[in-house]
């Protein structure tokens, strides 16, 4: 059986005394029996690591570099951010992918850059609506996971995957159950072939998730948790969530 994982990532969004206000609603909401975490904008991984000591939410970043240090003007290092105690780095975001060009090896390369420095990288795969009108969902998922798998090759059972339909991020269109779990049930089928990890691997979704439809997206076999972006802004609608994971 494996343990639910709910992750917030509040992308570009926050401010010093919005997120006060936020992570102390989130110390006042749990705890609760599913692994929780928030993803927040690099200047804020201080103070929310501050902010929640003695609790069990976990805290990370939304990006790292695939580099180790350097003349990277602008990046952040995996070292950086195991420096400052971050559990999870969210890699290969669907944004990151579209507006920063990133390619399948860049977003693999980041994936093994974060784990060797302890950090678990959440690795995010979805197709747009384009590809999936085309009928080429499986298609692209299947090749953006094979980067990563083909990287990271042993070490593949240690990272979390999360699938996100372009399509249903900050769009208020969901995927249903049943279409998330198909394409949950072809990457698990995927990392089967890859790790004998493979059943004991975390599989997000993420896409529109919210307090009234996580339950029946997670009571999928193959939804182990979700990654919300929009409704981790406000503490009662992620503890929402986080109680529906438990
Ligand atoms: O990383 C989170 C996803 O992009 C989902 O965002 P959303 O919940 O606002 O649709």
Request: contains cysteine.
């Amino acid at each position: 059986m494996r343990k639910k994982l709910v992750v917030g990532n509040w992308k570009m969004n926050g401010s010093r005394a919005a997120n006060a206000v936020l992570l102390a609603g989130l110390r006042e909401a749990g705890p609760w029996t599913a692994d929780v975490a928030v993803c927040v904008p690099f200047p804020y991984i201080t103070e929310t690591a501050l902010a929640l000591t003695g609790t069990a939410v976990g805290f990370g970043a939304q990006d790292c570099s695939a580099h180790e240090q350097g003349a990277y003007t602008g990046e952040v290092s995996s070292a950086m951010l195991a420096d400052l105690g971050c559990r999870y780095a969210i890699v290969g975001h669907s944004e990151r992918r579209a507006y920063h060009q990133e390619s399948d090896q860049l977003v693999a390369d980041k994936a093994k850059a974060a784990l060797a420095h302890g950090i678990t990288p959440i690795v995010c795969v979805g197709e747009t609506l384009a590809e999936r009108e085309a009928g080429q969902t499986e298609q692209v998922v299947k090749r953006q996971l094979a980067a990563v798998i083909h990287t990271l090759t042993h070490c593949i059972g240690e990272i979390v995957l999360a699938y996100e339909p372009v399509w249903a991020i900050g769009t208020g269109l969901t995927a249903t159950p049943e279409q998330a779990q198909a394409v949950h049930a072809v990457l698990r089928t995927q990392l089967h072939a890859a790790t004998q990890k493979s059943d004991a691997m975390r599989l997000l979704y993420g896409g529109s998730m919210k307090a009234d439809n996580a339950a029946a997206l997670l009571a999928q076999p193959d939804i182990d948790g979700g990654l919300i972006g929009g409704a981790s802004l406000k503490a009662t609608d992620f503890g929402a969530i986080c109680r529906a994971a438990g």
